[in-house]
């Protein structure tokens, strides 16, 4: 795949979305040739998915979901001497196109004709963990923000149907909140990495069936 | 065992019961409430379809799931990468080895290292393989839903073939396991390639034996064409992918449009679409893609490079920063893992996006107005697998 | 009695004896089968969630269009056996008037084809 | 005819009676077990390259035995809901009519029940209440799946019954009688255009009614193509869910009763019952007695055979689908045979 | 009522009971994870052939089975609904727990979802270990059930309090 002219196309798209959304367009990352993330503010949300779906190509839908920027206070239950439990309260390090604050719902489609994909990114501040439903621009985010709803406690303005998707009803609180803890892992610790195997093909001898081959 | 116990436990589970009654906002006045599921013949494990009915006829149409949540998402965040691609093959349990593999390329791209080319092309035939296991049983399903009792079993038959082989070389029927960083765990065993060619000849009978038994029956033509319409344009929106996808017309296959990291671009095999859209292209397209599957495999073993198995890795696993989205067009359609990574020995997050969720949020909408038997007919038609749905 | 009499007769004690071996294997499994009571036991199934209503919901029965005609077409079939019997007596008359017959049947039919009942609706 | 003779017998009239109910129960559960084993578990098996049943006595002849001691002693649960009197009647109706169905079978040229002159009306009037015995089944059981699968039973008697009535008219044409010992022995004397060498079986000169008739059996007993009142994927088991125990096996016999009951009076209208062909050797009827329940359980198994491969073989139906099979093919095909029968019978 | 409850027949009776009961396990399928393909190999692959050992795969409602085969992994949400479906067998009924999951949770055994065992709910008769057991793992547990309903006694069986849970 040629780089070079790939990184143009997606700059491209950036410079459409920049025209049409002006400064609530907040950032923005590209790895060549492979892949997108825009970053847009929470006003524009829905906008900003319709114009990539009429726009610009982008009309088949991926995913809806969230991501919870939080350093796990548990660790991550590796319960090992290679991984040292972090401090509680670290630092949020959010990852491409940046962040502002803890939550982030993320969506992504992917353009039939361009061959290529799009994540967009929309923060959410802590006070306020609501954002517009996407169910008018893909009708298949209602699931997903069913599931992200339930798993995270982001409330979807203009969904028709908020209840759990895959939880029991009567469940207390968001799993997939980095603050949820798994309570089978304080009852019963996890065994750890006892011991690191060596990996097979370390040793990279040729093979024994080339022959075959 | 006492009798105390016994009762604390049933209150427990009857209080547990009153999710018996999610959605009973449902039931109305009018018509008929009738659930399938979540323990019904129709529904492939635990998928509960609550229809109202007016006759026999579905006036509305809604899926509960959940009954087989696992807690992926939250768990891949409490294990290391090892151990995360052991739970992933479990999600879409009839293709395991595919499961694995987006997953796999996905810390491949962030660590920038690539399996050598020998490794590339096991894992293709492998998830070839393991496509022609998954559809095979698909095919016999579908007949199954339908009535026809006997196709299931001679689907069972044949696709013993197929996991003969992937457990010759992986050592499991189901969930192989066999995927590392960097490559595979180990090699191919002698006389497999011979022993493969073999069992794509039988799968190949079998594809015979399915469109005399199955697609070419009055009935099932009758019970299937334009049953369960989806047009190409609510295809998408509801982002509906893999096989899916293609009957309704669109001509997208990530094997040929974005094959990252598997090696699909080096055979000479075509996307099969039909345009009708409607249950029985649903089981056309599949049954097409099987024989398609035996064409890459047969291309594939032919071609298979010699070489090293298994990339230079550290022993230590840890995947650097950053966020990396792989998808693959699996059995059930396009599962992609968007992985987040912030330097430790386990996935900071990962966002799995999974085929049959997307493909199964379309029921509501292509169930109005349908008969209660086309219900089952267009479910069996999506072809979802529960794990796959609810994760 | 008659022979004709008799007959029915041997029905009627066939039918009674039928009912006795019946209700003798029933006896039977009374006996050795057991009885554990417990709540949810007795509850309807609906694949293993409470039932939505009674059962009994009304449900509007769509063919009874068909149900109709077959009423119809069951009477008329119960004339034409008596004369099935004796086609060889009746020769060409009772032959051409049961042709009659029947094509006004089938007139019927078509009808009722044309009016778009012989359709599930 | 106080007292007939019987394979050399004098039998006076009670004595014969309770001889051929006998024989009748035994000609009843005796097709209904071979059927059982034959066909769903042995045939369907080898089908589906399986073996079935092995390990309950030889090659899993015990199965049955095993069956029925198994359902004896499980418990028999009413819903709560349910209506108690209905719901313990249905099986009764189901099987019992079965039962009757078997009476006016000949079996051979003395062995047979009742000899009514409206034989074969008689039978197809029995047999058509077990489809009540359905319906009130579903709608007692008060499940949701049960009544739709009753509903469907009830859809369906009004889809083949008349088919099934209008292709028998053909034979009775044909055969003169709607006695079925008639319709037997026209058979076996019978020509076809003055060939007498294998006398006249009306499932050549009768073809066409003999395919209606066919396919209104396999939805009489609810086998595949038209299983829709139990269809195992859509509606768990239709109007059977509710039922366990030994009412449940009541069901299970009677469906099975049922489908002998039908080869068998298929085989008598259309293959010449237990006759065989004998215009070329003299062969009295006390030898046709004996060799008559053989002929015929034979004939039986062949039709039998043939239901049980298209029930493994063949996807289902839709209800709609088989109301407009019904109504705008079979009808109008066996009304078109009487016409042809008439004429062809008249003329010739 | 019943005499077998009472414990009042002979024992060749006894033994007989048991036998017919032993030959003819109708498998109610519970099919909930991967498990539930390996146990439709068991039931519906040519290869396994789980009638040969008696076991009919036929029922798919509560009503008409003997053993109920829970494969795979059970959830919180879904227990209520096994814990009805055993209810609504009717006596008597085994268990086979099959995989990893229903015997104890398994690869799931942190999740904050998944019941760790289905046990807690129903007495199990059999559990089948393996994630999931091939095919032959779940005949030699059938295997095993049969050997233990050959030797049962009932009215041992039924002494005491209907809702044992073990």
């Known amino acids: 795949m040629d780089a070079v002219a790939t990184d143009a196309e997606r700059e491209q798209i950036v410079a459409d979305l920049r025209d049409r959304l002006g400064d609530a367009l907040v950032g923005f990352h590209i790895r060549p040739g492979d892949d997108l993330w825009v970053r847009v503010t929470r006003d524009v949300w829905q906008e900003a998915g319709m114009i990539a779906r009429d726009h610009l190509g982008f009309r088949a839908f991926e995913f809806v979901s969230a991501i919870d920027w939080l350093p796990s206070p548990f660790g991550k239950g590796e319960d090992s001497s290679l991984d040292p439990i972090p401090q509680v309260a670290g630092d949020i390090v959010t990852g491409y196109a940046g962040g502002d604050t803890r939550f982030q719902v993320f969506a992504r489609a992917h353009s039939l004709s361009q061959h290529m994909g799009i994540t967009l990114k929309v923060d959410l501040p802590d006070d306020d963990l609501s954002v517009a439903t996407w169910i008018p621009v893909f009708a298949g985010a209602n699931w997903h923000e069913r599931e992200a709803r339930e798993m995270f406690g982001i409330t979807f303005v203009g969904h028709p149907h908020p209840v759990n998707i895959y939880l029991p009803g009567q469940f207390e609180g968001h799993p997939l909140r980095k603050d949820f803890p798994l309570l089978s892992r304080h009852v019963k610790p996890w065994p750890g990495i006892v011991d690191i195997e060596p990996l097979p093909g370390g040793s990279s001898e040729p093979s024994s069936e080339e022959g075959e081959a | 065992m006492t009798a105390v116990s016994d009762r604390q436990k049933l209150a427990y589970v009857n209080s547990q019961a009153a999710d018996g009654r999610v959605n009973l906002e449902f039931e109305t006045e009018e018509g008929m409430t009738l659930n399938l599921g979540p323990q019904h013949p129709a529904t492939h494990g635990t998928l509960r379809i609550v229809v109202k009915l007016d006759g026999e006829q579905v006036l509305s149409c809604e899926p509960v799931m959940g009954y087989m949540h696992r807690g992926y998402e939250k768990l891949t965040e409490v294990r290391t990468y090892p151990q995360v691609t052991t739970l992933i093959n479990r999600i879409d349990w009839l293709g395991s080895f595919a499961n694995e593999v987006p997953f796999i390329l996905a810390a491949e791209k962030l660590m920038e290292i690539e399996a050598p080319p020998r490794a590339q092309w096991i894992r293709t035939i492998l998830f070839e393989l393991s496509r022609i296991a998954n559809i095979s049983l698909f095919v016999g399903d579908m007949a199954l839903h339908i009535g026809a009792m006997t196709a299931a079993f001679y689907a069972f038959r044949d696709r013993e073939f197929v996991l003969n082989q992937i457990e010759s070389a992986t050592g499991g029927r189901f969930h192989p396991n066999f995927n590392r960083i960097g490559g595979l765990k180990d090699d191919l065993p002698k006389g497999w390639v011979a022993d493969t060619k073999a069992s794509l000849e039988r799968i190949r009978d079998f594809c015979d034996e399915m469109e005399i038994l199955v697609e070419g029956n009055e009935i099932f033509q009758a019970r299937t064409r334009g049953i369960g319409v989806i047009p190409s344009e609510i295809a998408l929106q509801f982002g509906l992918s893999g096989a899916n996808l293609r009957a309704s017309g669109v001509d997208w296959d990530l094997r040929r449009d974005q094959p990252v990291g598997l090696v699909w671009d080096k055979v000479d095999w075509k996307v099969i679409t039909h345009p009708d859209g409607d249950s029985f292209a649903r089981f056309w397209v599949r049954l097409q893609e099987i024989r398609e599957s035996c064409n890459i495999v047969e291309q594939l073993l032919d071609g298979l490079p010699a070489g090293p198995y298994m990339a230079k890795v550290p022993r230590v696993i840890k995947v650097p920063e950053g966020e990396a989205w792989v998808a693959t067009e699996n059995p059930l359609g396009e599962m992609g893992y968007y992985l987040v990574s912030q330097g430790g020995l386990g996935p900071f997050r990962v966002k799995i996006r999974t085929a049959s969720f997307n493909n199964v949020s379309v029921v509501p909408w292509v169930c109005r107005g349908v008969y209660v038997p086309d219900v089952v007919t267009i479910l069996a038609s999506l072809y979802f697998i529960l794990g796959d749905i609810d994760r | 009695m008659s022979e004709f009499l008799r007959d029915y007769l041997t029905v009627a004690i066939f039918a009674a004896l039928t009912a006795g071996l019946l209700a003798g294997v029933l006896g039977l499994g009374k006996l050795i089968r057991p009885v554990r009571p417990q709540r949810d036991k007795y509850l309807s199934y609906e694949s293993g969630v409470d039932a939505v209503g009674t059962g009994w919901d009304q449900s509007p029965v769509r063919y009874y269009v068909f149900a109709l005609l077959f009423v119809l077409f069951d009477v008329e079939a119960a004339f034409i056996f008596p004369w099935a019997t004796q086609v060889e007596f009746y020769g060409w008359f009772g032959a051409i008037e049961m042709i009659v017959f029947i094509v006004i049947l089938t007139l019927g039919l078509l009808y009722a084809w044309r009016k778009k009942v012989l359709r599930w609706l | 005819m106080t007292d007939s003779v019987v394979l050399g017998l004098e039998l006076a009239y009670w004595q014969q009676s309770i001889l051929r109910v006998i024989g009748v129960l035994v000609a009843v559960l005796l097709p209904a077990g071979t059927f059982v084993y034959v066909f769903l578990f042995k045939m369907v098996s080898f089908m589906q390259s399986r073996l079935g049943p092995m390990e309950a006595g030889p090659f899993g002849s015990l199965q049955l035995l095993a069956e029925v001691g198994k359902w004896l002693q499980k418990e028999d649960i009413t819903p709560e809901r349910a209506d108690r009197v209905l719901f313990k009647m249905a099986p009764y109706l189901v099987v019992g009519t079965v039962l009757l169905t078997y009476m006016v079978v000949p079996f051979g040229p003395d062995l047979h029940l009742a000899k009514f002159d409206t034989g074969i009306f008689f039978a197809l009037a029995v047999s058509s209440i077990s489809s009540l015995g359905v319906l009130l089944a579903g709608w007692a059981s008060a499940n949701k799946y049960s009544l739709i699968g009753g509903l469907r039973a009830a859809g369906q008697l009004i889809a083949y019954e008349l088919p099934m009535i209008l292709a028998v008219v053909g034979v009775v044409i044909q055969a003169g009688t709607m006695n079925m010992s008639g319709i037997v022995a026209a058979q076996a004397g019978g020509s076809i255009f003055g060939v007498d060498i294998i006398g006249n079986p009306f499932f050549i000169t009768q073809f066409v009614g003999f395919v209606v008739f066919m396919i209104a059996v396999q939805a009489e007993l609810g086998q595949t193509p038209f299983d829709m009142p139990i269809a195992e994927s859509e509606l768990v088991t239709g109007y059977l869910t509710e039922y366990s125990g030994i009412r449940f096996l009541l069901f299970f016999i009677g469906e099975f009763a049922a489908a002998g009951a039908f080869s068998a009076i298929a085989a008598t209208l259309f293959l010449g019952g237990w006759a065989v062909p004998s215009a070329w050797v003299e062969l009295d009827n006390n030898i046709f007695n004996l060799l008559g329940p053989i002929i015929l359980l034979t004939k039986m198994m062949l039709i039998g055979g043939f239901i049980f491969f298209i029930r493994f073989t063949y996807p289902r139906f839709r209800e709609d689908q088989l109301q407009r099979l019904a109504w705008t093919v079979l009808i109008p095909i066996s009304l078109a045979n009487i016409l042809v029968t008439t004429v062809l019978k008249v003329a010739f | ?166």
């Open chain 5, 1 to 166: 009522m019943g005499l077998v409850e009472s414990g009042k027949l002979p024992k060749p009776l006894t033994s007989l009971l048991n036998t017919s009961r032993k030959y003819s396990i109708w498998i109610f399928q519970w099919g909930l994870a991967c498990c539930a393909i390996e146990m439709g190999a068991a039931l519906g692959s040519p290869r396994y052939d789980v009638m040969r050992l008696g076991v009919i795969p036929l029922p798919a409602s509560p009503r008409q089975a003997d053993l109920v085969c829970i494969s795979g992994t059970v959830t919180d949400k879904i227990v209520p609904a096994i814990r009805r479906l055993y209810d609504q067998m009717p006596d008597p009924k085994y268990v086979i727990s099959m995989g990893a999951c229903a015997n104890c949770g398994g690869p799931y055994w942190d999740s904050y979802s998944v019941t760790k065992g289905v046990d807690q709910i129903i007495p199990v008769d059999v559990y089948v270990p393996g994630c999931p057991p091939r095919p032959e793992a779940l005949l030699e547990g059938i295997v095993l059930l049969q050997e233990r309903i050959g030797k049962e006694d009932m009215a041992e069986r039924w002494r005491g309090e209907p809702l044992v849970v073990s």
